[in-house]
């Protein structure tokens, strides 16, 4: 994009998209991550920038710490308080949770001497592989990445088989969250992957899901300022259980011709994504 960017020929539109941005779901019911300090470690030590860096074309993206990018309606600025990259912290968290490394091959076990090992699936994607070089590295924590087709790897991620995955999805607002994070949803073909308060059955709300509490009532009112506070309260209660790890905001971008292609961004600017029907052709 730099090259072209840099082409005077070119019309570069690029923006930061709102909505979650790109994150890792891990599955709160598979251990270890079972264990919410194992969780947190991860967090605080992923290097996400780095992880990220292959997925967004070799740019600089902007690195988020809670599941609502900013500029969405319900980001809350206090979640993004909660974990600052931190290896030292991370590999604490895990030593005080009575995880130590061995001194024979540097993973960490428990005390029955089990090594905590994830599963995060190559399917192809670009942050798996870097994903296990860092937490290797940082954290001591093993993690296996098979060579698995996507819609191997999305069935079996809808049966809690895998610990990590690689999504996002944008939109203007915290409903994004729902189903990626409502209870009814776990189970069921999408990218429900993280199964925080599951029922046990896939499908199934949990009737005491306080997350599911927060997301209906957005939902169900038709105040605005209602609906923000409630998914301002989702967004701190997902990181506050550390359900993800939060890697970057996405930068969409659009490059175009102005010789050759005109349309409305170029009278009005950037308000949403572009879609096709923006655009029209200037050839006569």
């Known amino acids: 994009m730099q090259r072209i960017a840099a082409n005077k020929a070119f019309h570069v539109i690029g923006f930061l998209n709102t909505g979650t941005g790109q994150y890792h779901p891990m599955n709160t019911r598979k251990w270890p991550l079972t264990d919410i300090n194992v969780r947190k470690a991860l967090i605080h030590g992923l290097d996400r920038r780095t992880v990220s860096v292959r997925a967004n074309g070799g740019l600089a993206p902007l690195l988020v710490s809670n599941m609502l990018a900013p500029g969405t ?23 005080d949770a009575g995880y130590p490394k061995k001194k024979e091959d540097s993973l960490r076990y428990d005390k029955d001497g089990k090594r905590l090992e994830l599963i995060f699936p190559n399917t192809p994607n670009p942050v798996a592989e870097l994903f296990k070089l860092d937490v290797e590295r940082n954290l001591g924590i093993f993690v296996d990445v098979p060579n698995i087709e ?135």
């Open 73 to 95: 309606l319900g980001h809350n600025p206090e979640a993004t308080k909660l974990y600052d990259w931190n290896v030292a912290k991370a590999n604490k968290i895990l030593d």
């Open 150 to 284: 996507f819609a191997t790897f999305a069935e079996g991620s809808d049966k809690g088989n895998y610990h990590l995955g690689w999504v996002g999805v944008g939109g203007p607002d915290g409903d994004v969250l729902y189903d990626r994070f409502h209870t009814s949803f776990y189970g069921k073909p999408g990218r429900a992957w993280s199964f925080f308060e599951y029922s046990g059955e896939a499908g199934k709300a949990n009737p005491d899901a306080k997350i599911d509490k927060l997301l209906d009532a957005a939902r169900g009112n038709f105040d605005q300022a209602a609906r923000i506070k409630n998914w301002q309260a989702a967004d701190l209660y997902l990181m506050e259980n550390a359900v993800a790890i939060p890697l970057v905001q996405e930068l969409l971008a659009w490059m175009t011709n102005p010789a050759k292609i005109g349309g409305v961004l170029f009278m009005q600017g950037i308000r949403t994504a572009p879609y096709f029907g923006d655009f029209y052709s200037l050839k006569k």
